[in-house]
């Protein structure tokens, strides 16, 4: 939404949203290009969530990003939808429109393929197995993007085998294979990426039961968890050698994308960022 002389304002729709590093993301971004604006946490209740929406464009919001529970719940209440974020099935970022409509988006999956080929340049989807552990939300917005990007030979484990057989079957025909829970120590064996997608490892959660005996040495290990910056299974990973990649890559590259949305600019991501951000741990 272009409002050149406008207060800009942006935030995070959760609850809750306290745990959130977003603000200090853009706030810190907001600063650097000299952007008179802020942004806010939005603590929103389901049962006020479409009145929350409705209040965007009137109180001047070029948007939001959007994080638990909501980010399946607002689909019905927006005037678009792009379609990878249909694709998904959840929106992590709204953009107030210059007609005042809601598009929602999700840059979750492009994010995390970003931090991947940060870590590791002239990565390519393409370059071998891909072994998602979990078949969540998390899971579908990294397998729809990889899938964009080209991967040829994506392999879905979950403790509920269910879910990973719906998560594979609503891919189509796309090159995905769901396998048994029983099967995750063995899956690794000859995998190019091994991605955790659970909530296992998280903060206050049990660490991800997953032995990494069979992993090759040049394989690459992501947990799209940042809080902590190594859970026990990138721990595992790095003492053998493998290159590991944390959730907050993921975090960062798709705060990039959402700025840029809102306020016409995709900032870098500076040491002194990450500085910043850091300082919040």
């Known amino acids: ?8 304002l942006a935030g995070i729709l959760g609850w809750p949203v306290a745990q959130s590093r977003s603000p200090v993301i853009q706030n810190f971004w907001l600063n650097q290009h000299g952007i008179v604006g802020r942004y806010v946490m939005l603590p929103v209740q389901d049962a006020q969530l479409e009145r929350a929406l409705r209040g965007f464009a ?22 678009q939808i792009d379609p990878m974020a249909q694709r998904i099935g959840a929106v992590n970022t709204i953009v ?24 590791r340049p002239g990565w390519r989807a393409d370059a071998g197995p891909i072994v998602i552990l979990g078949a969540g939300a998390a899971a579908r917005a990294v397998v729809v993007a ?13 403790r509920t085998p269910e879910r990973a057989s719906e998560l594979a079957a609503a891919m189509g025909s796309a090159p995905m294979t769901a396998l048994p829970w029983a099967q995750r120590n063995d899956l690794p064996g000859d995998a190019a990426l091994l ?9 206050g959660k049990p660490a991800l ?4 005996t069979r992993l090759p040495g040049q394989t690459i290990v992501a947990d799209l968890i940042y809080t902590p910056l190594e859970t026990p299974f990138l ?8 290159l590991t990649v944390n959730g907050l890559g993921l975090l960062l590259n798709q705060a990039r994308l959402a700025f840029e949305a809102w306020f016409g600019v995709r900032p870098d991501i500076t040491p002194a960022l990450l500085k910043a951000v850091a300082a919040t741990f």
Not at 1 to 8: D, E, H, W
Not at 59 to 79: E, I, S, W, Y
Not at 195 to 203: A, E, L, P
């Open 1 to 8: 939404m272009s409002q050149p002389n406008a207060f800009a």
């Open 58 to 79: 009137p109180l001047g919001f070029r948007g939001c990003n959007v994080t638990m529970p909501h980010k399946q719940a607002v689909m019905p209440l927006l005037d």
């Open 96 to 119: 107030v429109q210059a007609d005042g409509t809601l598009r929602g988006f999700n840059n979750d999956g492009v994010g995390f393929v970003q931090s991947i080929a940060d870590a």
């Open 146 to 158: 990889l899938l964009e990007h080209g991967a040829t030979d994506i392999r879905i484990t979950n």
């Open 195 to 203: 991605v955790n997608t659970t909530d296992r490892g998280f903060v």
């Open 209 to 212: 039961d997953v032995t990494l």
């Open 235 to 242: 721990a595992a990973a790095r003492e053998r050698g493998n």
